[in-house]
């Protein structure tokens, strides 16, 4: 028994030993590759910085290198144009931190102006390019997406700022604290398909909607939300509602 006793022991302290030596060669190799990944994560931040201030300019200046610049980071989480608090680095780096905020000044100065005729709704493609002429040429061109992008960084503000999809590929920017509700997305949709007008039969004949329905809903984008203006001698249908955010303004 005491035999026994001994080999059970004797085991018992090489099983020990052998997992204490796994460990000690797995936090070796976790170290080792840790290590490893040190250097890649470094070269390629030297490389990808290398990059970036050569191509600077470009990226201020060119949307298409810009997206492609962005789609590239994006791929490894990297995020150079999300602006000084989120982008760190990559944002003092290349100045886009500025670009993006000059950006985002700019779009709340064009939705503050515009804000009385549309009701706080604009057109995205059309704030895109009134923002555009406010920059001037020199600034360089600015996209749908770079618009996007800056509207993202004021929601923190809690002004309301939002891109809201209103369907078939149509977009429209929010600048006030306010939801709007399907039936007025839909009339914002139907808007934009018209040329920023709209009327009860259009609603009924296109969306399905009840003539009951279509009146209320267009008379509390007037009345209630400020959204359309009525035109009370339509030709066609003695009644009309404009919707200033889906129309185009020479300005």
């Known amino acids: 028994m005491h035999r026994l006793g001994g080999v059970g022991l004797a085991a018992f302290d090489r099983q020990r030993e052998s997992l204490r030596s796994f ?3 797995s936090t070796e190799l976790s170290k080792t590759q840790v ?3 040190h250097v890649q994560l470094t070269q390629f931040r030297s490389a990808l910085t290398h990059f970036a201030l050569n191509h600077r300019d470009s990226i201020r200046r060119d949307p298409t290198f810009r997206h492609a610049f962005q789609q590239m980071c994006s791929s490894i989480g990297v995020d150079p144009l999300a602006g000084p608090r989120k982008g760190g680095w990559w944002a003092e780096m290349l100045g886009m931190g500025d670009w993006q905020y000059e950006l985002g000044v700019q779009i709340v100065d064009v939705c503050v102006s ?3 005729r549309n009701g706080g ?3 995205l493609g059309e704030l ?3 923002v555009s002429k406010l920059r001037g040429v020199e600034s360089g061109v600015v996209t749908e997406e770079d618009v996007i992008r800056s509207i993202k960084t004021l929601q923190p503000l809690g002004a309301g700022y939002e891109v809201i999809d209103v369907g078939n590929g149509r977009k429209m920017v929010r600048s006030v ?3 709007l509700d399907e039936d007025q997305a839909t009339i914002l949709a139907e808007a934009q398909a018209e040329g920023g007008r709209v009327v009860e039969e259009t609603l009924v004949t296109r969306a399905g909607w ?4 279509a009146r209320a809903a267009l008379e509390n984008m007037l009345l209630r939300d400020g959204l359309c203006w009525l ?6 249908h003695g009644k009309a509602y404009w919707v200033p955010s889906a129309m185009r303004w020479d300005e």
């Open 23 to 25: 460990a000690e060669l």
């Open 121 to 123: 709704v604009i057109e």
């Open 177 to 179: 604290v306010k939801e």
């Open 210 to 213: 009840t003539r009951e329905r």
């Open 114 to 116: 515009t804000r009385e």
């Open 128 to 130: 895109v390019r009134m």
């Open 231 to 236: 035109d009370a001698q339509d030709e066609q």
């Open 35 to 37: 290590d490893h990944l």
